[in-house]
């Protein structure tokens, strides 16, 4: 870099303008500079000086520190849910997104201790080698790992979270991706990112069900860019949806044949999947035919339309626990306040609460009760004790200071 602020570091201008789904020029604008300024900026030639990352910072809401952090090792590439045609500014949104939630919880595990990952590992190098009873075998053991038995999940969100599984449930503005998965380098953890956007419960159980099949299955498997082996990928996610949420024994003996639409209704309700995937289910199950599963996809199709069933609002969409919980438990423990938070992870307040499902103004100033989902360190609970008289009602800073200083 030939001046300015040595630090910056020119990968996070990418993620950022990923993020805010900015263009080079419409940042140029924003800050004051010229399109080919931060196009230097963005390529490592020149580095911002420190008036300009001031207004460079402010413009995209984080702190000016965030912009010197160097980049975490990473992620593997996400697997994205559905919708492979999906716009590419989009998907570099989404992807940004599940890397900053990384970094955040990287951050978080200096304080605290997260549930164990529990998952069934599978070494699939290639989609060709996975079959439907490779699928069965795998949804059934995740089931036992997670003590699930062979009923409904009452709430399947809360089953991967204790469980290990990173989730994160937000409004992200595309309706298109459902959802997406990738693995953390840096913490050996799956991640999940949901989209909020429908609010619909049953697609959303279906969409986690999904990216978890996504994990166990094709951790190895390399990307599927030609459209018939994407599909491929995607149908054995959506089986082993099925799979876990519809147990083979449990759900092919509450079926009675023939099958009717209303009888499905029962089933969506108690297990919390919708009438198409159900369909779909007892295709593979063999309970039913291919010509009986596209006639009653037209009856439902003719009776209720494509996009809606009946029931969709019986549920509330399920919601992540874990990030809560931790800031929550972080906060009223006295080991960072939470005015501190959004500065300690160097983003904006409202990309935090959104990331980790905080109401809107908590990190301004509200406060909410602790649920000890995540256990904090035994030597944070030792510290506390020791200074609960000297420092009692008040916030305990960090009890080692962050990598970096917070401007």
């Given at each position: 870099m030939s001046r300015g602020i040595a630090e910056f570091q020119p990968d996070r201008l990418v993620q950022v303008l990923a993020a805010r789904r900015l263009s080079?020029?419409?940042?140029?604008?924003?800050?004051?500079?010229?399109?080919?300024?931060?196009?230097?900026?963005?390529?490592?030639?020149?580095?911002?000086?420190s008036e300009a990352l001031e207004r460079l910072a402010t413009v995209v809401n984080v702190t000016p520190e965030w912009f010197t952090r160097p980049l975490l090792p990473g992620m593997s590439k996400p697997l994205f849910r559905s919708n492979a045609s999906a716009h590419v500014a989009a998907r570099a949104m989404l992807e940004t997104r599940i890397h900053w939630a990384n970094e955040l919880v990287t951050k978080l595990t200096e304080f605290v201790d997260l549930p164990e990952l529990k998952l069934p590992h599978r070494s699939f190098t290639n989609i060709d080698e996975?079959?439907?009873?490779?699928?069965?075998?795998?949804?059934?053991?995740?089931?036992?790992?997670?003590?699930?038995?062979?009923?409904?999940?009452?709430?399947?969100?809360?089953?991967?979270?204790?469980?290990?599984?990173?989730?994160?449930?937000?409004?992200?503005?595309?309706?298109?991706?459902?959802?997406?998965?990738?693995?953390?380098?840096?913490?050996?953890?799956?991640?999940?990112?949901?989209?909020?956007?429908?609010?619909?419960?049953?697609?959303?159980?279906?969409?986690?069900?999904?990216?978890?099949?996504?994990?166990?299955?094709?951790?190895?498997?390399?990307?599927?860019?030609?459209?018939?082996?994407?599909?491929?990928?995607?149908?054995?996610?959506?089986?082993?949806?099925?799979?876990?949420?519809?147990?083979?024994?449990?759900?092919?003996?509450?079926?009675?044949?023939?099958?009717?639409?209303?009888?499905?209704?029962?089933?969506?309700?108690?297990?919390?999947?919708?009438?198409?995937?159900?369909?779909?289910?007892?295709?593979?199950?063999?309970?039913?035919?291919?010509?009986?599963?596209?006639?009653?996809?037209?009856?439902r199709s003719a009776r209720w339309g494509v996009k809606s069933e009946p029931g969709d609002d019986y549920r509330e969409p399920e919601k992540p626990r874990l990030l809560k919980r931790t800031i929550e438990l972080l906060a009223s423990s006295g080991i960072i306040s939470v005015e501190r938070l959004a500065a300690f992870a160097g983003l904006s307040a409202i990309d935090v609460e959104m990331m980790v499902g905080l109401p809107e103004g908590y990190l301004t100033g509200k406060k909410a009760a602790v649920v000890h989902l995540a256990k904090l360190k035994s030597m944070l609970a030792e510290r506390?004790?020791?200074?609960?008289?000297?420092?009692?009602?008040?916030?305990?800073?960090?009890?080692?200071?962050?990598k970096r200083s917070n401007s």
């Open positions: 080079q020029t419409q940042l140029a604008t924003m800050v004051g500079v010229s399109p080919a300024t931060i196009s230097k900026w963005r390529s490592g030639q020149q580095a911002p000086e996975i079959s439907d009873a490779d699928i069965e075998d795998a949804a059934s053991e995740c089931r036992a790992l997670w003590n699930l038995g062979t009923k409904e999940i009452p709430d399947l969100t809360l089953a991967a979270e204790s469980n290990g599984i990173i989730v994160v449930r937000e409004e992200t503005g595309v309706a298109q991706i459902e959802g997406l998965s990738a693995w953390s380098e840096t913490l050996s953890v799956p991640f999940v990112l949901l989209s909020s956007d429908k609010g619909n419960a049953f697609r959303s159980r279906f969409d986690l069900a999904h990216e978890i099949g996504h994990l166990i299955l094709h951790r190895y498997v390399g990307n599927e860019l030609e459209a018939e082996r994407y599909k491929l990928k995607e149908s054995q996610a959506h089986k082993f949806a099925g799979a876990l949420l519809l147990p083979a024994e449990t759900f092919a003996e509450e079926i009675r044949t023939p099958v009717t639409l209303d009888s499905l209704l029962l089933i969506k309700q108690r297990y919390g999947i919708s009438v198409a995937a159900s369909i779909m289910r007892l295709h593979v199950l063999n309970i039913i035919t291919e010509e009986e599963k596209q006639n009653l996809y037209k009856r506390r004790e020791e200074q609960a008289n000297e420092h009692k009602g008040a916030l305990v800073q960090f009890t080692r200071p962050p």
